[in-house]
């Protein structure tokens, strides 16, 4: 196996054997995740194939990661789709994406790469999986061709309130018998496509589910037309891809921002919900990629955070979603056999040929497919093993997951998150409350005698915790502080220990003291 040494980082044609075939795999799990997930964003269908084309070429270029591949992420769909409403118009909204890319690239800069690590495993999976919640609530209609609205009554805007329940069957009326054929065929062929038993052959690993679902769709919906015709479904449930017969007519499917809202706050906070987002699914899809890596090859995530950056920057620029790395499709690249970058770009170039040539034959595909698809990726964000996992962890992981999912349900993702961290770091606060010092007694002829060890680092934190323990200790006791196995101990902390030398007195306690600094001067050892 080659090392890491000749597996470079950068463009390597002495793979392209591996990166071409491994490139094409990848854009055709891509073509119809583009699609669908622009369609969860309430975006035009040609702004998720712009974002996956920068991705795939602009950002790979930049990025140091050698296998994973970037393009627009199931975790922004509910962004983009509450983002679009609020600001009222996409052009608007494009502006936010330019401004989150800037944002971007200045926290590469400020080396915030370790951003990711600072968010509790159990507020990041919670909002991961309250998309995919989001993602099936969203989806549902388009997978039934529900017509009178663009969902079910029962739930409108995301996060809002649940709506009156007197329209609550009125959906039935509209559902379209040919999409709900297709959705279930779809859904049935997504799920079985992942069973151990199939994946034994070489067909069912390396073909996508999502392209056999793609062309089933498109064929049962031409066999509907000529055989069944009231289950034919109409072009509004088709994708609509723009369609261009010049050069020129190709650059007028390209949308700029509104540049003249420079002065609305609510896409300064858009874009700072995007980059914030954003960064992390993509800190978190590296971390992934990495370890998924044959050749276990390190990503410099400060340099993906400029990548990204610049990718965010363009991909606003020209009309395309915001991007992230994603794991789904780093995944598929890993698993194709991919060696070097040279496969995502590959699949960007893929992408970009695509909308030029086949437009038409892109517009053939049923929504009901793309909704199919997303209800598989939205239940896999939101399994039921999930929760149940993080139950049997607790309910220290478990409370802050579940809240974090509610609140986002209910407020945005933002504010959601904002929710989870205040519990997750009330758990953290009290443990560390818990864990500042080993308290140990026995009962010696002439009285008690009472350790307390101090932990490793000793912040101010603890300082309550560590104040009560002193206050409780009884009169006539013999106390040792051990500082012994402390790297540090915060002032704070050692003011309160010097202080309860005088106050021992009082008490009649015998205090020793070892290995705890002065308090004037440093508080290391």
Not at 223 to 232: I, T, W
Not at 316 to 344: D, E, H, Q
Request: hydrophobic share 50%.
């Amino acid at each position: 196996m080659e090392t890491k040494k000749n597996i470079s980082l950068g463009l390597n044609f002495q793979y392209l054997k591996n990166d071409l075939p491994a490139g094409l795999v990848v854009f055709l799990v891509a073509l119809p995740l583009c699609l669908g997930i622009a369609l969860a964003s309430g975006a035009p269908l040609f702004s998720g194939i712009i974002a996956g084309v920068v991705g795939g070429t602009i950002v790979a270029l930049l990025s140091g990661s050698s296998l994973s591949v970037s393009g627009p992420a199931a975790g922004l769909t509910v962004i983009v789709l509450n983002a679009i409403t609020t600001l009222g118009s996409y052009e608007i909204f494009l502006l936010a994406v330019v401004i989150a890319g800037v944002l971007q690239i200045i926290l590469g800069f400020l080396k915030a790469g370790i951003i990711a690590h600072y968010f509790p495993s159990s507020v990041i999976k919670g909002m991961l999986a309250a998309i995919g919640i989001i993602l099936i609530r969203k989806q549902i209609s388009s997978a039934i061709g529900y017509e009178a609205s663009t969902e079910i009554p029962i739930v409108n805007e995301v996060g809002g309130t649940l709506s009156s329940l007197s329209p609550l069957f009125d959906w039935i009326n509209h559902i379209h018998p040919g999409a709900v054929i297709i959705a279930i065929i779809s859904l049935l062929i997504l799920i079985f496509w992942e069973r151990p038993f199939l994946k034994k052959y070489a067909f069912f690993k390396f073909v996508p589910s999502a392209l056999i679902v793609v062309i089933l769709g498109v064929i049962m919906n031409e066999v509907f037309k000529k055989n069944y015709p009231e289950f034919a479904l109409e072009t509004t449930k088709l994708v609509q891809l723009p369609s261009a017969t010049s050069a020129a007519g190709f650059l007028q499917l390209f949308t700029l921002p509104d540049f003249s809202a420079f002065g609305n706050y609510q896409v300064y906070v858009v874009a700072v919900t995007i980059a914030i987002i954003a960064s992390l699914e993509t800190l978190l899809s590296i971390e992934a990629a990495d370890k998924l890596d044959p050749y276990k090859r390190n990503t410099p995530t400060n340099r993906e955070l400029k990548a990204q950056g610049v990718g965010n920057l363009i991909s606003g620029m020209i009309g395309g979603l915001p991007l992230t790395a994603v794991i789904v499709r780093s995944s598929a690249n890993i698993n194709s056999g991919g060696r070097t970058k040279l496969s995502a770009i590959v699949h960007g170039l893929l992408l970009f040929f695509s909308v030029i040539s086949i437009a038409s034959l892109l517009n053939l595909i049923p929504l009901a497919c793309l909704a199919a698809i997303l209800l598989v990726i939205g239940y896999k964000l939101a399994k039921i093993s999930l929760f149940k996992s993080m139950y049997r962890l607790g309910w220290e992981q478990f409370l802050p997951f579940i809240i974090t999912i509610i609140a986002i349900q209910f407020s945005d993702l933002l504010k959601g998150i904002a929710v989870g961290m205040v519990v997750a770091i009330f758990f953290i606060l009290r443990n560390n409350y818990k864990l500042s010092h080993h308290y140990s007694k026995e009962k010696k002829s002439e009285g008690e005698k009472i350790t307390i060890k101090l932990a490793e680092d000793v912040s101010f934190l603890n300082k309550g915790s560590i104040a009560l323990t002193l206050r409780e200790l009884p009169e006539n006791a013999h106390v040792i502080i051990d500082g012994t196995n402390s790297q540090s101990i915060d002032m704070d902390v050692l003011e309160i220990i010097h202080d309860f030398q005088e106050t021992s007195k009082l008490k009649n306690i015998k205090l020793e003291l070892i290995n705890i600094p002065t308090f004037i001067g440093n508080s290391g050892h």
